[in-house]
């Protein structure tokens, strides 16, 4: 079983930052790929960004150069830096990964975390 915690969250205004943690743990024997969602009220869950086991990043168009995601693979813990926030940017952040795990390292699960509640003033 792994599971992931989110912290980090909370409350900045309009063109401040915050940064998010998600740390993995578990029999993880290999994390695939990590990633940030994020869900607004009355939205859809959407994909902020990813970032592979090799360092391949990618961002959704809204957030490209705002935001930066990174991991510490050996702490198997990533991150997510929130630069220049806008309201528009208010949601529930979840991270997810795709985990091999050490009871079946050929296979692989999905794991969400539980979510952390970013929010910005205007």
């Known amino acids: 079983q792994v599971q992931l915690v989110e912290s980090g969250g909370g409350l900045a205004q309009a063109g401040g930052s915050l940064r998010l943690s998600c740390a993995a743990s578990?029999?993880?024997?290999?994390?695939?790929?990590m990633a940030w969602y994020r869900q607004a009220p009355g939205k859809q869950r959407e994909s902020v960004a990813t970032?592979?086991?090799?360092?391949?990043?990618n961002y959704a168009d809204s957030v490209k150069g705002r935001f930066t995601i990174s991991s510490d693979n050996a702490k198997n813990t990533f991150y997510l830096q929130l630069n220049s926030l806008k309201p528009e940017d208010t949601a529930v952040y979840y991270c997810?990964?795709?985990?091999?795990?050490?009871?079946?390292?050929?296979?692989?699960?999905?794991?969400w975390g539980q979510g952390t509640q970013v929010t910005v003033s205007s």
């Open positions: 997810y990964a795709i985990v091999a795990t050490r009871s079946s390292p050929s296979l692989t699960y999905q794991y």
């Open positions: 970032i592979s086991s090799g360092g391949n990043t």
């Open positions: 578990g029999s993880i024997f290999k994390i695939n790929v």
